[in-house]
């Protein structure tokens, strides 16, 4: 065996072996709950509808092509007496052929995938439920206008029933600055509908409607467009409710807490002292569950599974070392400036680094305080 043969059949071992590696590398890792193969709400399977065919047509050029690659390869391989096969300059049949046919295929695919856009882009129904959608650095709100309630990071729907969302990256309400009015997101959650670009400026609208079989359920979603630090944390989940549990969560959801401050300004308990001394009510609306606020609305945090972005479960632990040092739990521009906003500082400040001459770090103690009253906003 010549040392060129030997070389050969190493590469091959190795093309071999790393080829099975990537093979068992994709079969691996958990079910993270966003399958767009999966559908469980009219948009996604409309979309799902939409690639099917095509797939199986990609899968048959594919399989032809390859098939012509390899016969090319085998027929037309150097071996003694067929050192230089003959040369061919072009064959004007198959160019033509091969230009014409994908023209037509692509014809082909443009009629329903146009349709689709159209059916998808139609307006919804007059009983369909409003969402306004805001995408922020980085988590998301959702105002439900009608309703006059604003949450964060996770939002309810009723099974079955029509939603329109109004997606933006801007909160014109809070004012026209730069962290306000921030870069591109995409809002994505694969089992219910497609991904909508959430751009600054402008206002995007989405329909989307869960299957009526899928109350109870909770459908997870993302940011699908690179926006910054934290993207790969800007997720979101949705819950499905049957309508009269949605209507309770709604009637829930409006009640307001008891106020932080009375009538001249004292603070109505310990939590509310503190939640003054360290400026919370700032950046969060806290006994208002219908004012948006640069940072999520915690008037009902109690009532979400999870918490800044979705990363976290809601616990007392994690929410204590969330209002300690927020930055180290999650990359935030603000980890490197003190606490109070500043031109290019995003996110939850820390409470126990990087703080400014005279301030003090925060205690546990007056953590744990903070965490408690919030986990009873339910």
């Known amino acids: 065996m010549t040392d060129r043969e030997v070389r050969q059949r190493r590469g091959r071992r190795v093309l071999a072996s790393v080829g099975g590696a990537v093979v068992l590398l994709t079969a691996c890792g958990p079910e993270n709950r966003q399958n767009t193969l999966r559908p469980h709400g009219s948009s996604a399977q409309k979309i799902l509808d939409l690639f099917r065919w095509p797939f199986w047509i990609a899968i048959l050029i594919g399989v032809l092509v390859l098939g012509a690659t390899v016969f090319a390869a085998i ?59 805001v995408g922020k650095q980085w988590w998301w709100e959702f105002q439900y206008p009608d309703q006059k309630i604003v949450t964060g990071d996770e939002f309810h729907i009723p099974a079955g029933r029509q939603v329109r969302l109004q997606l933006t990256a801007c909160d014109p309400s809070l004012g026209s600055g730069a ?29 989307i409607q869960a299957d009526r079989n899928t109350a109870g359920r909770t459908f997870l979603g993302q940011c699908a467009e690179y926006c910054g630090l934290s993207h790969a944390r800007m997720r979101l989940r949705v819950k499905v409710d049957a309508p009269d549990k949605f209507d309770e969560w709604i009637a829930s959801q409006q009640q307001r807490p008891d106020p932080l401050f009375d009538k001249r300004g004292n603070a109505t308990s310990d939590a509310a002292k503190l939640i003054g001394k ?53 990359p935030m521009q603000t980890k490197g400036c003190p606490r109070g906003q500043k031109p290019g500082c995003v996110g939850m400040p820390s409470f126990t680094k990087n703080l400014a001459p005279g301030d003090s770090p925060m205690s546990t103690r007056d953590a744990e305080t903070i965490a408690s009253y919030l986990l009873n906003q339910k």
């Open 75 to 133: 027929r037309f391989r150097e071996r003694p007496g067929n050192e230089n096969p003959k040369q061919v300059h072009g064959n004007t049949a198959l160019e033509i052929g091969w230009t014409i046919v994908p023209l037509l295929i692509l014809v082909v695919i443009a009629v329903p995938t146009v349709a689709t856009i159209w059916d998808l882009a139609k307006a919804p129904r007059a009983n369909a439920l409003n969402i306004r959608v």
């Open 179 to 207: 962290a306000l009015c921030n870069v591109i997101h995409s809002f994505w959650i694969p089992e219910l509908a497609g991904k909508q670009d959430v751009v600054p400026g402008r206002t995007q609208r989405l329909v």
């Open 278 to 330: 360290y400026g919370c009510a700032s950046c969060h609306s806290i006994d208002d569950p219908s004012k948006n606020s640069y940072g999520p609305n915690l008037a009902h945090l109690a009532s979400r599974e999870n918490f800044a972005s979705d990363s976290y479960p809601l616990t007392k632990e994690n929410l204590t070392r969330w209002i300690l040092d927020a930055p180290s739990m999650v």
